[in-house]
């Protein structure tokens, strides 16, 4: 257990340090009103204490993700653990700080305005559809799956169309009504009980004293039951996203953004819940490697059910937590993706709403936009989409990529420290250009082959914001 107790030690260190660092690069300007200071619209723009934004945006950000992704992402070992906290402070947390100050700075946008304003108009339309387009298959995926979860549980009573019904009714909810009128007031709520239950989980592992692998020279190495078709670079890098990086965040930023009321509160709001959640992640792999008895006989008994992580997830939380961890397994496996679901549906409503200018005071307004949103979702719902599913982890780190190198022209343009985003920059498109050239769902090439052009693909990248920075810095000042 050294190695997590190390880990936790280690992000919460990096919060104070590294997040001071990211702080002053960007150089918050506490005396600037905020958009929702400038322009409260008591819908999207509301004032709200940084305690409740922070709950929220944790929420907002972690659903099923530290929890789901950690437990797949154990499969490989303690490599693991390296993941989620290089990750967590150097990739996740400049990404998520970065985007959600950058809509503070430009009036509360949507990532697909901001991304645009810095990589040009045909990046902003290209990122209006996609991240449309992946917040209702989120939306879409994250009503059936609660509500095929809640009929098994109501069998004879309700049934899963009326569950589908019910949830989607708080989706509509929650993504027209004013977001301090059920997203404010329910969040936090779930935010402390998906703490508390990483905390007893935590409490669990020492109590009973499980035996957590180490990361050690021995131990660096793949421990996938496939290790040929999975190795560690890239598809670890995609499975843990949600608990290092995910491009997810950035739909659900700009949300909070419109909410602080001074920048100082961006280092908690944004790199802190960052961090938060990859102690969540931390603490979900350290046990799926110990409560079955090994890495080995978590790969064994993931593969024995069939990759079911939902049932992996029941399983630990009843087995260290009794007849309570039941009771939490069911929160994390139907409220928090409830949870995710619905800002999912809000985020596709603003980031449409950005580009349409449409005022969202108006209810009329709102309901205009949501309504084929919700319509298309449910759609969604009756079709086999397992294949588009599949995508998603592509999709969310590619989005995650886009937004670093957003972050990192942002800096050129600046004259300020871009290496902070540069470096996860070229990472992180290695990773997922890597992935869909090797990964079956994509083009199935050799490994070396895929790493190869995702490589050479990453630094041709810096060779072309390299020769563009004069430019890109002339055009800031023009801007």
């Known amino acids: 257990m050294i190695t997590l107790c190390i880990s936790i030690v280690v992000l919460v260190v990096g919060y104070w340090i590294y997040g001071n660092v990211i702080e002053k690069i960007f150089g918050i300007q506490p005396a600037r009103p905020t958009p929702a200071v400038s322009k409260p619209d008591g819908v999207d723009f509301v004032q709200l204490p940084t305690w409740k934004i922070f709950l929220i945006q944790f929420l907002n950000i972690a659903g099923l993700g530290p929890i789901f992704g950690a437990v797949a992402g154990a499969l490989w070992g303690p490599v693991a653990f390296l993941w989620i906290v290089l990750g967590s402070l150097f990739a996740g947390g400049v990404h998520d700080y970065f985007c959600g100050m950058l809509s503070v700075r430009h009036g509360g946008e949507s990532v697909s305005e901001v991304s645009g304003y810095y990589l040009g108009n045909w990046i902003k339309q290209f990122m209006r559809g996609f991240t449309v387009l992946l917040m209702i298959i989120v939306g879409a995926v994250f009503l059936l799956g609660p509500a095929k979860i809640l009929a098994g549980m109501t069998e004879g009573s309700v049934n899963l169309f009326g569950w589908t019904v019910i949830i989607l009714a708080y989706y509509v909810l929650s993504t027209i009504l004013p977001i301090d009128k059920v997203i404010g007031k329910l969040y936090p709520i779930f935010g402390m009980a998906l703490l508390f239950m990483a905390f007893g989980l935590l409490v669990a592992m020492i109590w009973q004293d499980m035996k957590v692998p180490e990361l050690s020279l021995a131990s660096f190495t793949n421990y996938h039951y496939k290790p040929?078709?999975?190795?560690?670079?890239?598809?670890?890098?995609?499975?843990?996203?949600?608990?290092?990086?995910?491009?997810?965040?950035?739909?659900?930023?700009?949300?909070?953004?419109?909410?602080?009321?001074?920048?100082?509160?961006?280092?908690?709001?944004?790199?802190?819940?960052?961090?938060?959640?990859?102690?969540?992640?931390?603490?979900?792999?350290?046990?799926?490697?110990?409560?079955?008895?090994?890495?080995?006989?978590?790969?064994?008994?993931?593969?024995?059910?069939?990759?079911?992580?939902?049932?992996?997830?029941?399983?630990?939380?009843?087995?260290?937590?009794?007849?309570?961890?039941?009771?939490?397994?069911?929160?994390?496996?139907?409220?928090?993706?409830?949870?995710?679901?619905?800002?999912?549906?809000?985020?596709?409503?603003?980031?449409?709403?950005?580009?349409?200018?449409?005022?969202?005071?108006?209810?009329?307004?709102?309901?205009?936009?949501?309504?084929?949103?919700?319509?298309?979702?449910?759609?969604?719902?009756?079709?086999?989409?397992?294949?588009?599913?599949?995508?998603?982890?592509?999709?969310?780190?590619?989005?995650?990529?886009?937004?670093?190198?957003?972050?990192?022209?942002?800096?050129?343009?600046?004259?300020?420290?871009?290496?902070?985003?540069?470096?996860?920059?070229?990472?992180?498109?290695?990773?997922?250009?890597?992935?869909?050239?090797?990964a079956p769902e994509g083009f199935s090439l050799p490994v070396d082959v895929s790493v190869f052009i995702g490589i050479l693909t990453s630094f041709a990248l810096v060779v072309l914001v390299m020769f563009r920075s004069k430019s890109l810095k002339l055009a800031g000042k023009l801007n």
């Open 228 to 438: 040929g078709s999975f190795p560690v670079f890239p598809m670890l890098f995609v499975t843990i996203a949600c608990g290092a990086i995910s491009g997810f965040h950035a739909t659900q930023s700009p949300l909070m953004a419109r909410c602080i009321t001074n920048e100082r509160q961006g280092k908690t709001v944004f790199f802190g819940a960052m961090v938060t959640e990859g102690v969540v992640a931390l603490i979900w792999a350290a046990i799926s490697m110990s409560f079955f008895g090994g890495v080995s006989e978590l790969n064994l008994t993931m593969l024995e059910n069939g990759d079911n992580t939902a049932f992996m997830v029941n399983e630990i939380s009843n087995g260290a937590l009794g007849t309570l961890g039941g009771l939490l397994a069911i929160l994390g496996v139907v409220a928090a993706p409830i949870t995710s679901g619905d800002t999912s549906f809000r985020s596709a409503r603003i980031i449409i709403a950005d580009f349409m200018k449409s005022d969202q005071k108006s209810i009329r307004n709102r309901l205009l936009i949501s309504a084929p949103l919700f319509i298309v979702g449910y759609l969604l719902t009756l079709v086999n989409f397992g294949v588009i599913w599949r995508y998603f982890a592509w999709t969310n780190q590619t989005l995650a990529t886009v937004v670093l190198w957003t972050v990192t022209v942002y800096l050129i343009r600046e004259n300020k420290n871009f290496w902070i985003a540069l470096i996860p920059s070229v990472f992180m498109t290695a990773v997922v250009v890597s992935y869909i050239l090797l």
